[in-house]
């Protein structure tokens, strides 16, 4: 008796949810993931989401669009990094510069610093010449998520009254719709 009555109550249970159960995780994902938030005033009105890696992307002074690298400027230990394109790199970033041979000491590993706008960045040096860097080889590679690209998830929060009155979500795709940078624009499907 206990049985069918354990069996009767899972399918009146089953029966009155929508679509399938799902397992409850409180496990975090399988993979890094990094999130950008993003407020109009005090409320929080987007968050787009990557994962944390991504297929590198080569920046070169002999490259093609978009992923030209005009120069790194250093003075002071202060390395001054423009893009001919924005480059949808964030602080705390990591970049790898390579290629440099009037000064190899700016060969290296750095994390962004500071951003200046959406091409140009900084980068603290150690050891570099103060000098305009600008060498045909020289170059700079990431794997980190960049907002120029269409990797993104995308959820829009519409606030009213100080409560969240609506979710709505855009899965990031090929399509350039899907670039976090475009989110003031996206159309959601």
């Known amino acids: 008796m206990k049985t069918i009555l354990a069996v009767l109550t899972a399918s009146l249970l089953m029966w009155g949810q929508e679509g399938n159960p799902v397992n409850v995780s409180i496990s975090p994902p399988t993979s890094a993931w990094t999130a950008l938030y993003f407020y109009s005033g005090t409320d929080l009105q987007y968050i787009c989401e ?4 991504q297929p590198t ?3 070169i002074v ?18 001054t990094v423009t ?3 924005d480059n ?7 970049i790898v510069v390579s290629g ?11 994390k962004i610093a500071t951003i200046t706008n959406s ?43 100080s409560l969240v009155i609506m979710r709505q979500w855009a899965q990031g795709t090929s399509g350039a719709s899907k670039i976090c940078d475009n989110r003031a624009t996206l159309a959601f499907q």
């Open 50 to 53: 990557a994962k944390s890696i």
């Open 57 to 59: 992307a080569t920046f």
């Open 62 to 79: 002999s490259g093609a669009t978009p992923f030209v690298l005009t120069s790194i400027v250093v003075l002071t230990n202060v390395g």
């Open 83 to 85: 893009t001919v394109s």
């Open 88 to 94: 949808g790199l964030k602080v705390n970033d990591q």
């Open 100 to 110: 440099a041979t009037v000064d190899t000491d700016l060969n290296g590993t750095y």
């Open 119 to 161: 091409k140009v960045f900084t980068i603290a040096t150690v050891s570099v010449a103060n000098a305009t860097y600008n060498e045909a080889t020289l170059k700079f590679t990431t794997t980190a998520p960049r907002t120029t690209l269409p990797i993104w998830s995308i959820e829009k929060i519409t606030v009213a009254a």
